[in-house]
């Protein structure tokens, strides 16, 4: 069981930037394609986007290219979401997410483990 723990949530003022981080427990979170997604309240949750096993295939929702990049360090077993240009849309709850399978999956159902969230706001 891969236990994924996410940090770096805050409150930034529009045009600001955050990086999230999530932790993984286990060596076996380096052969796993890790995703990042969203959810407002009232809204379902949305992909953000995703990195392959050795970082060379990335992913990314139309609304977060060219602000968010997705990274990973497999020493640390840590994946990270530097988010600049922040909006206010961007406010959400963030979620870390590995998939066991080597295809990089935008859709949430693919993936097998979660970490707990964190809160992500961005005033106007």
């Known amino acids: 069981q891969v236990q994924l723990v996410e940090s770096g949530g805050g409150v930034v003022q529009a045009g600001g930037s955050l990086r999230l981080s999530c932790a993984a427990s286990?060596?076996?979170?380096?052969?796993?394609?890790m995703g990042w997604f969203r959810q407002a309240p009232g809204k379902e949750r949305e992909f953000v986007a995703a990195?392959?096993?050795?970082?060379?295939?990335?992913r990314y929702a139309d609304s977060v290219k060219g602000r968010f990049t997705i990274s990973r360090d497999n020493a640390k077993n840590t994946v990270y979401l530097q988010m600049n240009s922040l909006k206010p849309e961007d406010t959400a709850v963030y979620y870390c997410?590995?998939?066991?399978?080597?295809?990089?999956?935008?859709?949430?159902?693919?993936?097998?483990?979660w970490g707990q969230g964190t809160q992500v706001t961005v005033s106007s």
């Open positions: 997410a590995a998939d066991r399978e080597i295809v990089v999956h935008v859709t949430s159902g693919e993936y097998d483990y």
């Open positions: 286990e060596r076996r979170f380096r052969i796993s394609t």
């Open positions: 990195i392959n096993w050795n970082g060379s295939n990335t």
